[in-house]
């Protein structure tokens, strides 16, 4: 069974930094890609970036540019690092591998 536990959410001003961490558990890590999504208050959730087990990286168009996807396969971790960050980026932020989901961490972007 495949377990996902995000962690590095927190409050930050516009134009700030966070780096989320997705740690996995399981043997099929390495096999898989790995997905961030985000969901705001009252929308829907969003795609936000994905990496494959050869560490091919895409992006929506909403975040390219200023964040970054990357994988640590002997951690079992998979990394967001999320710069110049707007008020528009607040969401609960998840990862996702196969069906798996984490529970999710919230990133909240104010002054």
């Known amino acids: 069974q495949v377990q996902l536990v995000e962690s590095g959410g927190g409050l930050v001003q516009p134009g700030g930094s966070l780096r989320l961490s997705c740690a996995v558990s399981g043997s099929i890590f390495s096999f898989n890609a790995v997905n961030w999504y985000r969901q705001a208050p009252g929308k829907q959730r969003e795609w936000v970036a994905a990496i494959s087990s050869d560490r091919t990286t895409m992006y929506a168009d909403s975040v390219k540019g200023r964040f970054t996807i990357s994988r640590d396969n002997a951690k079992k971790t998979v990394y967001l690092q999320m710069n110049n960050l707007k008020p528009e980026d607040t969401a609960n932020y998840y990862c996702?591998?196969?069906?798996?989901w984490g529970q999710g961490t919230l990133v909240t972007v104010s002054e």
């Open positions: 996702s591998l196969a069906s798996s």
